[in-house]
């Protein structure tokens, strides 16, 4: 019985092993057959694809560059005026080679050219003019200028900065960052954020302008870091404190020296007078 039974077992599965074969071949198996070629349609979809654009070194960085603001030539070149000296130089020409101060009127006196009026023109603009001139007398002349002082332009600042005066500029513009910084930046007694751009005018009327320079230099507020033309005062008041001990220090003075002459120190009590008493 057991045998007949195991016989009828084996003969079930001889029957359904070729069945299992083929299901087994088309799932996991590929065949020659089974492979279709494209059709001509899809080539053509293929072809007019759009080529994906490769990301090559070069692009990387020119991707990664950062972007920068290009400087504005026209505030930082530097037009010529009076009291401003230039060297003229003229290849194996040195009888008109020299150097010419600008005089009052905005004049050089260039021997053979005469006076030449050179008021508003940059070194390249004035070193076109000149080749001109002279080449009624040099043939193809190659002329180059240059700046040795620096004098038609000018600001002022006043008042509370380390130290005050008049400073020459090597530019169209400057700023009043960069203005208070070569004045030797702001004493304890100024006011820094009560500060004034005053700008004459032509027709007589004077501009003032507000300025907190205390926001400019320790706030890092670069907004209010406006710019500075030939002619301009920075002024930098005291403040009220200040004034007011400017003000009652000579009344004091009297007392100060009295007291100077019986302690030997004097009013702050920081350092003893000639008179050689004992320090307290």
Known sequence: MQRKLNLMILSILLILSPAWAQESNNKGVITASSITPPSQQQV??????????????AVLAAASAPSFTPVDT?????????????AIQIQRHPEFSGTFPVNLEGKIQMQFAGDIDVTGLTKKELADKIAKLVSNYVINPEVDVTILEYRSKYYLVIG????????????ETTTVKDAIVEAGLPMVSAAMRKCSLITPAKNGKVKTKKVNIYD????????????????????????????????????????????????????????PTTTGRTRY
């Open 216 to 271: 400019i230099l320790y706030g890092g507020n670069l907004n209010k870091n406006i710019e500075m033309r030939p002619g301009d005062t920075l002024y930098v008041p005291a403040t009220v404190m200040a004034k007011t001990f400017r003000v009652i220090a000579p009344i004091t003075e009297p007392v100060s020296s009295a007291a100077s002459a019986q302690t030997g120190l004097d009013t702050l009590n920081t350092r």
């Open 160 to 171: 509370e900065v380390g130290r005050p005066g008049k400073y020459y500029m090597r530019s």
């Open 74 to 86: 026209e505030a930082t070149r530097y037009t010529l005026g009076p009291d401003d000296v230039v």
């Open 44 to 57: 053509s979809n293929q072809a007019q694809a759009p080529a994906v654009p490769v990301a090559t070194p």
